[in-house]
């Protein structure tokens, strides 16, 4: 048994390796200091050897979504085999892609140019809520401003798109698709008006 004035520590021989309380309340310190401020993350465009984690955590993010066909690894994969992944950016986090953005050319029926499609984007999901995806749309969209893009249109929920001026426009409208979840964003001063054609790539099923 154990004395009354034993402390924990000593008790699972923690002091026998010199373990002393000042130490552990040091690495305890530490510890509160990484939840405080967690690793850093670097966005940057994707590298060949990003694209199986790209499609794992494309995968992973979406396996939960209310309306995903869980198609949308493939999607990507396809727009790169098509040459259309105009920006794909990846989120690294400690050598770990955790967070990932594709934007591709699309059509609108008027003949507007330079405009672009925003998705996927998925962000791993134990890393979520934690502003990755944040910064996962901020550089894809300066991405497209220094390409010169006119402006951007994609299908989601405006709870999340809304924060980055994202907005249904009833100019715009993607057949088969409810007008509230398309949203869009003039990167200039010109607008465009009709139907919008993703790449077909979005078709995409394995
Ligand atoms: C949607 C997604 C990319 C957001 O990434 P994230 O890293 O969690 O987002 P952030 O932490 O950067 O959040 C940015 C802001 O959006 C809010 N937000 C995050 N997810 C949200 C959601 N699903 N709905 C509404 N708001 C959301 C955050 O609260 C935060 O708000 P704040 O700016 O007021 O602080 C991520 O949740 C995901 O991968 N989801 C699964 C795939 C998916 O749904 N993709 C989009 C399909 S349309």
Redesign the pocket.
Known sequence: MYGRTESASSRFGLLAHGWTPMRLGGIVEQMHTLARYPMPTTIRPEAPSDEDPIEQLTRR??LS?PYSQQTEQFIIRALRADHALSVSLVAEEDGRVI?HIALSPVGISDGAAGWYGL?????EPK?????????LMERGLAELRSLGAKGCVL???P??YS?FGFASNPALVLEGVPQEYVLSLALGASSARGNVQFHPAFQATG
């Open positions: 993010a979406f979504h967070g998705g996927p984007i998925s962000v890393c979520q809520r934690r502003g990755v995806g944040r910064a299908v989601g929920d709870s999340f924060r």
